[in-house]
Structures are given as C-alpha cells and as structure tokens.
C-alpha cells in the first residue's frame, strides 16, 4: 500500500499535515523529498537556461553540446 503525504519536520519528528491510512506501529519505508526539489521546480529552471542569452550564444552552447569528439576512447 502507497501513500503521498505532505509532512512538517519538527524537533527532530515529521509531523503529516493529513492523517496516514497505515495501522499504528506499522513498519514504513519513508522516501523524503524536499518542497523545494519539486520536478515542477527543475522544469522551470530548464526552461530558462538560455534567458538573457543573445541567438549566437544559444547556437554556441548547443554546438558545443553536440560536440561529442573529446569523448573519444583513444
């Protein structure tokens, strides 16, 4: 059974903001992610990686990236 729990961390306990559907003193596996590392957050971010960049700097970038010749395995 899985559950999506928002939780305050609080003197060293988290704290669910909503009640859990598990029976008390039920073993849990507990996969904590910062609010701030949301994946909504990181797509904002990709989103603006080349804002302030002029057209040339873009192309620039994107050639670079492109450019797999110093990967080789000589």
Aim: net charge negative; proline share 4%; aromatic share 6%.
């Amino acid at each position: 059974m899985q559950q999506t729990v928002e939780a305050i961390y609080e003197e060293g306990v988290l704290k669910p903001t909503s009640p859990l559907i598990f029976a008390e003193h039920k073993k849990l596996k507990l996969i904590i992610q910062d609010e701030e590392d949301k994946p909504a957050d990181i797509l904002l971010l990709a989103e603006n990686v080349y804002s302030g960049l002029s057209a040339n700097d873009v192309e620039e970038l994107e050639l670079l990236s492109l450019d797999r010749s110093h990967f080789s395995r000589e």
